[in-house]
């Protein structure tokens, strides 16, 4: 069964700096394009970034300049480093993946359970 964990929310001052991760665990083929999405209170779930299997990225434009996806495909794991962060990036985070977990190119969307990113003015 694949899972995707994330980790590094916190609570954090305008200004500062925090790191997502997200490790993808379970049987796997393949990976394909991963991402972060968010959903503050009252919102729908929004992209904030993307990154396919050839590392070509993708960034809302909210957040261009701020925030970088990076992914270890190694070790099946996706971070994004968010600075210069602003109250208004406070949100649940979750991490995103299009993975084959029995067969190549048989794509299915997994997400996580999200992690809490609170930025205080």
């Known amino acids: 069964q694949v899972q995707l964990v994330e980790s590094g929310g916190g609570l954090v001052q305008a200004g500062g700096s925090l790191r997502l991760s997200c490790v993808v665990s379970?049987?796997?083929?393949?990976?394909?394009?991963m991402g972060w999405y968010r959903q503050a209170p009252g919102k729908q779930r929004q992209l904030v970034a993307t990154?396919?299997?050839?590392?070509?990225?993708n960034y809302a434009d909210s957040v261009k300049g701020r925030f970088t996806i990076s992914r270890n495909i190694a070790a099946n794991m996706v971070s994004l480093q968010m600075n210069n962060l602003k109250p208004e990036d406070t949100a649940v985070y979750y991490c995103?993946?299009?993975?084959?977990?029995?067969?190549?190119?048989?794509?299915?969307?997994?997400w996580g359970r999200g992690t809490q990113v609170t930025v205080s003015s």
């Open positions: 379970g049987t796997i083929k393949s990976i394909g394009t």
């Open positions: 990154i396919t299997s050839g590392d070509s990225t």
């Open positions: 995103n993946g299009i993975i084959a977990p029995t067969r190549v190119f048989e794509w299915i969307t997994y």
